[in-house]
């Protein structure tokens, strides 16, 4: 059974860059059948797609976010990451590393999630 767990900042300050890494364990991340994606959620609003990628290399940024995020994957440690710059307090969240199934069209495993916190 795959776990996905985020680890990095719980407090970042604004213009700074957050960076999470989630360790992937009970499966491979060079699975061709799966994306990892970053997904967060702020205070009182809904999940927001940051972002996936595939071994491969084909990555996906949500429009909005696309110039400050850079997601790699290291297969070596089965770990991907998530770079955000230029951060401010509306970055502030609960960030999500999750596996999205291209066989179900949907995730299938999550981490628990990790609030990180914009603020000087």
């Known amino acids: 059974q795959v776990q996905l767990q985020e680890s990095g900042p719980g407090l970042v300050k604004p213009s700074q860059t957050l960076s999470l890494t989630c360790t992937v364990s009970?499966?491979?991340?060079?699975?061709?059948?799966?994306?990892w994606a970053w997904i967060r959620q702020p205070p009182g609003k809904g999940l927001e797609w940051i972002g996936d990628?595939?071994?491969?290399?084909?990555?996906y940024y949500y429009p909005p976010l696309k110039s400050r995020t850079s997601i790699s994957l290291d297969a070596s440690k089965n770990q991907f990451t998530l770079q955000l710059i230029s951060v401010t307090p509306e970055d502030t969240a609960v960030y999500y590393c999750?596996?999205?199934?291209?066989?179900?069209?949907?995730?299938?495993?999550w981490g628990q999630g990790t609030l990180v916190t914009v603020s000087s």
């Open positions: 009970g499966g491979s991340i060079s699975n061709n059948d799966y994306l």
């Open positions: 999750a596996r999205y199934s291209g066989d179900l069209g949907a995730l299938d495993a």
């Open positions: 990628m595939h071994h491969t290399g084909s990555t």
